[in-house]
């Protein structure tokens, strides 16, 4: 007890629980900020492509959620990049000279995602059709470089490089190393990706409920189709990038890999473990494929892995297990989705049309679900692995700690703020959804009324 | 040794943000201040949906001039950052809390199906308004009087807790209204509602009037507490604080005259020039007293990072900015009619939902104008006490 208490006021331990619950809950949001624009779009523009009222509709509601998800995502990430300066003083301070680059770059990406979503989103009435459909590209590719930004500021905390220290402090920076540091190069795209993943596979599970529930109209066909065919083009991808993304974090930081892998000893033959928990020297309840983790680092048996035997026990990430079981937890994920979006692809490609068994509802509703619990895993394998370092190599995470007492209550207001944001994003749609469903509210009318295309009478019979 | 040109650049950039921050998101708080105050729901529905309109559809983008300031901070200025965070945790982390609640009531306003709820949400919304804009000029008080120590071990509760930061607090919330009322009495007067616009009018004058006596006095405390940012305001940069004296004057009279482009021009000036002001009075500290610009930036390569990032906002932002502003002053920017329609009529004619008594949701206004209020007055008097013990001891 009295050991738990020290460790509380050591500091770290409040503080990074802070960050690590404002980024779990952040980075869903931001995955619609990046991702969900575009799933909009592709909607939209069918519907003013083909003429087709019962897309523009879904656009025109999606939008409305849009709206909703961006203001939270807007706090949100407020709220985190005042934590930065809040809670790691000691790395700002110490270090924002150079990862503050690419957070200014964000800067504008963010602001010109802002206006163009303000545009968009009540650009409606205002715009002419194809107007206001381009209004809203901004949107989707500002939301791509946004994430590149920021992932590459946290990909520079994994491999910091592009400055000189002189006693502890900065004394000259190369931004374009920093912007471009050796870890952006698969951190980025497996981030962009997984939001594609999670907002669109979220988005179709929506739809895939209401034809669990038997509304198996046009209107929930399309709205499962559009962000299902996305999440099932971006899930093979993703698998093929995190591959890479292994790879180089074998040669780059090989004690987070050793932790992933639960490699403890260096050498070659290396054991691939999928699931089990090391136990001192042995792993227990695991699937061990002999060689298998040799052939995926250097694609030979031959080749030598580093075991976390390679670093003195201090800077060696802790709980290996947790970072393990993470690690074959997203991979697992990864997998089944990918069969998922194959399944579809296979029935679409010969029937033209959703498969009706609950073999494949089931899961695909719960896909989105799945695609946030893979990327939350992912992000526990990235910065738990990377400690007990902020800055790998360079900076210490109880050197970056802000000395300021208060983190407990600022760490429980954080929970709260999260847990009233994600209820939000939760609650609102889900309100905006069953007022849809619901006859005789006046604003319905107006719902329905899309400001161009075919009348509303259209709509309606397509809808029954 | 003097500044280096790109430093200079960085620093005017720094502060073209914060003045930017203080003319659009100030005149959003404020805007928020007036719907604090804009009475019960019956009378108050019709400046509360004009609020609304113009507000609604730009907040966001200009809420997005505090992550400037703040990646600018951060990167040209990193170990003022890194003091002033740790020093002023507080403060910061509760006009954090308002900018949260603020951006909460934004989503969740006009889905609130129940008239309580939509009160409970405005009511938060409104408070919030109140929140972000307070804690955020006791910040720049703190930081302006020198109370922020270059390296500091922990919070320094003194530092935002002076009257001079508390009374910068308080012209910070009278500021907002300002600015929100004289850009309200525009929008007024181009959506064509001659009844809001002497709604606002009055309003706008009421304010500018509180934030002139407001400045006044933190002048004067000013040169007890930082007699160096004092000398210098009424020195070097008193051009400055009679520009924006002048300015702030002439809109006054400009709304009266009701000329709605100069009016604004003018308001926006008088804003400007106090931000540029308060640098100028501060130069060449950025902490006065402890860390000047020079020993607070960062390598030069990063400050020519920064100023590519300003340019580059200059190209990204600055056109679909203007994009933004036009459509929404030509009224292209709109939620939905009905909806609107449905809330004024909600609020104005039957009102099924409520019984005749007062609206609970003034008690919660009031409640918070009251602590907010009550808060600042204990603190000022507790802080006089303290003094004159200090001094007779």
Same mark, same amino acid.
Request: hydrophobic content about 60%; overall charge positive; proline content about 4%.
């Given at each position: 007890m009295t050991s738990y208490a020290l460790v509380l006021a050591d500091g770290t331990v409040p503080a990074r629980s802070?960050?690590?619950?404002?980024?779990?809950?952040? %980075?869903?949001?931001?995955?619609?900020?990046?991702?969900?624009?575009?799933?909009?779009?592709?909607?939209?523009?069918?519907?003013? @492509?083909?003429?087709?009222?019962?897309? =523009?509709?879904?656009?025109? @509601?999606?939008?409305?959620?849009?709206?909703?998800?961006?203001?939270?995502?807007?706090?949100?990430?407020?709220?985190?990049?005042?934590?930065?300066?809040? =809670?790691?003083?000691?790395?700002?301070?110490?270090?924002?000279?150079?990862?503050?680059?690419?957070?200014?770059?964000?800067?504008?990406?963010?602001?010109?995602?802002?206006?163009?979503?303000? %545009?968009y989103l009540y650009g409606w009435r205002g715009l002419s059709p194809w107007l206001h459909w381009w209004s809203g590209v901004p949107i989707a590719v500002t939301g791509l470089l946004g994430a590149w930004a920021v992932v590459a500021a946290n990909s520079w905390m994994n491999q910091p490089g592009g400055f000189t220290l002189t006693d502890g402090r900065i004394t000259s920076v190369d931004p374009w190393a920093v912007i471009f540091n050796s870890a952006s190069s698969y951190e980025v795209p497996h981030m962009i990706l997984a939001a594609y993943m999670v907002a669109s596979l979220l988005t179709a599970g929506v739809y895939a409920v209401g034809m669990l529930r038997g509304r198996w109209d046009r209107y929930h066909r399309l709205g499962f189709l559009i962000p299902f065919a996305v999440g099932a083009v971006a899930a093979p991808i993703q698998v093929f990038v995190g591959d890479i993304a292994a790879r180089m974090i074998a040669s780059q930081q090989p004690q987070k890999f050793a932790a992933m892998e639960l490699v403890d000893r260096t050498g070659t033959n290396v054991t691939e473990w999928l699931g089990g928990i090391y136990w001192n020297g042995q792993v227990y309840f695991g699937v061990g494929i002999p060689d298998l983790d040799s052939i995926l680092v250097g694609f030979s048996p031959n080749t030598t892995v580093i075991g976390w035997d390679a670093a003195p026990p201090e800077l060696r990430p802790p709980?290996?297990?947790?970072?393990?079981?993470?690690?074959?937890?997203?991979?697992?994920?990864?997998?089944?989705?990918?069969?998922?979006?194959?399944?579809?692809?296979?029935?679409?490609?010969?029937h033209r049309r959703v498969p009706r068994t609950r073999w494949f509802l089931v899961p695909a509703a719960l896909s989105g679900v799945g695609a946030v619990l893979a990327m939350e895993l992912g992000w526990i394998v990235t910065e738990v692995g990377r400690q007990p370092w902020t800055v790998y190599g360079v900076l210490l995470t109880r050197d970056a700690v802000t000395p300021a007492g208060g983190v407990i209550i600022t760490l429980a207001v954080t929970l709260v703020i999260y847990l009233v944001l994600t209820g939000v994003c939760i609650v609102v749609p889900w309100l905006m959804g069953r007022r849809w469903r619901a006859e005789g509210d006046p604003r319905l009318v107006e719902d329905q009324a899309t400001p161009y295309g075919p009348p509303v009478e259209r709509v309606r019979e397509v809808r029954s | 040794m003097s500044p280096s040109p790109e430093l200079i650049a960085v620093t005017v950039v720094l *502060?073209?943000? +914060?003045?930017a921050y203080a003319l659009f998101a100030g005149a959003d708080f404020g805007g928020g201040i007036w719907d604090l105050l804009a009475g019960s729901t019956r009378r108050g529905a019709v400046p509360r949906a004009a609020i609304d309109a113009s507000v609604t559809p730009v907040w966001e983008g200009n809420h997005v001039w505090s992550i400037f300031v703040l990646v600018i901070l951060w990167t040209a200025f990193p170990p003022a950052f890194a003091a002033i965070?740790?020093?002023?945790?507080?403060? +910061?982390?509760?006009?954090?809390?308002? +900018?949260?609640?603020?951006?909460?009531?934004?989503?969740?306003?006009?889905?609130?199906? $129940?008239?309580?709820?939509?009160?409970?949400?405005?009511?938060? *919304?409104a408070a919030s308004s109140l929140m972000a804009p307070f804690f955020l000029g006791t910040v720049i008080g703190a930081v302006a009087t020198g109370a922020v120590p270059a390296a500091p071990s922990g919070q320094v509760l003194s530092a935002w807790t002076s009257p001079t930061a508390l009374v910068t607090g308080g012209l910070f919330v009278a500021t907002c209204a300002y600015i929100g009322a004289i850009y309200l009495v525009a929008d007024s007067e181009q959506r064509k509602q001659p009844e809001m616009m002497r709604y606002f009018s009055y309003r706008a004058i009421a304010a500018g009037v509180v934030s002139g006596v407001l400045a006044a006095v933190n002048l004067l405390l000013m040169r007890a507490s930082s007699p160096y940012t004092f000398d210098r305001l009424v020195g070097p940069a008193l051009p400055l604080v009679v520009v924006s004296v002048v300015a702030g004057i002439a809109a006054l009279v400009l709304v009266v005259l009701r000329r709605m482009h100069l009016m604004r021009i003018a308001a926006g000036l008088a804003v400007a020039a106090v931000v540029a002001g308060w640098g100028w009075a501060q130069y060449p500290w950025l902490l006065p007293g402890s860390l000047t610009l020079q020993a607070g930036s960062a390598p030069s390569a990063s400050l020519w990072a920064e100023l590519a990032v300003a340019g580059?906002?200059? /190209?990204?932002?600055?056109?679909? *900015?203007?994009?933004?502003?036009?459509?929404?002053?030509?009224?292209?920017?709109?939620? !939905?009619? +009905?909806?609107? !329609?449905?809330?004024?009529? $909600?609020?104005?004619? !039957?009102?099924? /939902? /409520?019984?005749?008594?007062?609206a609970p949701v003034h008690h919660e206004h009031r409640l918070v104008t009251t602590v907010l209020i009550a808060s600042l007055a204990t603190e000022l008097v507790r802080q006089v006490l303290e003094r004159r013990r200090s001094r007779r001891g």
């Open positions: 802070q960050m690590g619950a404002s980024l779990g809950f952040h %980075i869903i949001f931001a995955c619609f900020g990046i991702a969900f624009p575009a799933v909009v779009l592709i909607a939209h523009w069918l519907g003013l @492509r083909r003429g087709d009222a019962v897309a =523009l509709l879904l656009a025109r @509601r999606w939008s409305k959620v849009m709206a909703v998800i961006f203001a939270v995502g807007a706090v949100s990430g407020t709220v985190l990049s005042y934590e930065l300066g809040l =809670l790691w003083p000691g790395l700002m301070g110490r270090f924002g000279a150079a990862f503050g680059i690419p957070f200014s770059i964000e800067g504008i990406w963010f602001f010109v995602e802002a206006i163009f979503t303000g %545009i709980l290996p297990n947790l970072i393990h079981l993470a690690f074959t937890g997203m991979v697992g994920i990864g997998t089944a989705l990918v069969v998922l979006g194959a399944w579809q692809g296979w029935v679409w490609w010969f | *502060f073209v943000a +914060i003045a965070m740790t020093a002023l945790f507080a403060p +910061i982390a509760l006009s954090l809390l308002g +900018i949260f609640l603020r951006g909460l009531g934004f989503a969740f306003r006009h889905e609130a199906e $129940r008239l309580h709820m939509q009160r409970l949400n405005g009511a938060l *919304f580059l906002a200059v /190209v990204f932002v600055l056109p679909p *900015f203007a994009w933004l502003y036009w459509l929404q002053q030509h009224g292209r920017l709109q939620e !939905s009619e +009905i909806s609107e !329609s449905l809330r004024l009529a $909600r609020a104005t004619t !039957s009102e099924p /939902v /409520v019984p005749a008594s007062p």
